[in-house]
């Protein structure tokens, strides 16, 4: 996943036809996340991250699934950090209806998700809001969430490179996320299967930091043999 891939190949990788591949390449083309050549797709460049209005629309259904699959994860009365990105968006949709959560989180998006439903205490970080995405960011945002220690920290990421290292494109969203991991007890991966062998610039860690990745396809056989020697759990979101 780290260069030039064919289409056939990435055809037989995911079980559908050449045609539906192609089709999926021109799309994520389309949205910056790979570059397209004759016979095949190579990495996107790794300095600047899809807009976030089209990063909405980008595999919408796929997120929405994966974030149904890890709302089932959380139990009632837990505590837990939700940080940026289209796809945590989705799981705090996805946890309006439990019982008794304490969120804390550093999107402006997430807060406007959670804010009315009387069964969610919400806690917002101070910092710069990127005017972007509604991102909070830079180190007030992150000296705000080691204040905590929380039961799950739920993250997002822009790509996971083949060796398994998580990787960013802002290296001040990167510290919020980072201070996340730190201070949770089991830290939560979402993403979609676009993220798996993603060019960004800035790194964040590794899968192996992760207790659980949820997804919706199964990864590379290289990310996988990683998440397997790192006890790393995988979930794949059905259809």
């Known amino acids: 996943m780290g260069g030039f891939v064919a ?31 004759h016979g095949g797709v190579g990495p996107a460049l790794s300095t600047e991250n899809v807009a976030y209005t089209d990063r909405q629309i980008l595999c919408r259904e796929e997120k929405r699934r994966i974030a149904r699959d890890m709302a089932r994860c959380i139990p009632p009365k837990s505590s837990l950090f939700i940080n940026i990105g289209t796809t945590t968006e989705e799981v705090a949709r996805a946890l309006r209806g439990h019982e008794r959560l304490r969120v804390i989180t550093n999107n402006l998006n997430v807060a406007t998700i959670l804010t009315g439903h009387a069964n969610i205490e919400l806690i917002v970080a101070g910092g710069v809001v990127r005017h972007r995405d509604g991102g909070i960011v830079g180190e007030a945002a992150a000296d705000f969430i080691r204040q905590f220690k929380v039961d799950f920290g739920i993250i997002g990421i822009s790509g996971i ?11 001040r969203e ?21 993220k798996f062998g993603r060019n960004a610039m800035v790194r964040l860690g590794h899968l192996s930091e992760i207790d659980a990745l949820f997804t919706d396809r199964n990864p590379p056989a290289v990310l996988e043999e990683v998440m397997r020697e790192s006890e790393v759990a995988l979930h794949v979101a059905g259809g």
Request: proline share 2%.
């Open 161 to 171: 490179d083949a060796d398994g290292t998580l990787l960013d494109y802002d290296y």
């Open 174 to 194: 990167v510290r919020a996320a980072r201070a996340i991991i730190d201070n949770s007890r089991k830290v939560f991966l979402a993403t979609d299967y676009t």
């Open 7 to 37: 289409v056939g190949d990435l055809a037989e990788r995911f079980s559908v036809t050449p045609q539906t591949m192609r089709r999926d390449i021109n799309t994520l083309a389309g949205q910056g996340l790979v570059q397209r050549f």
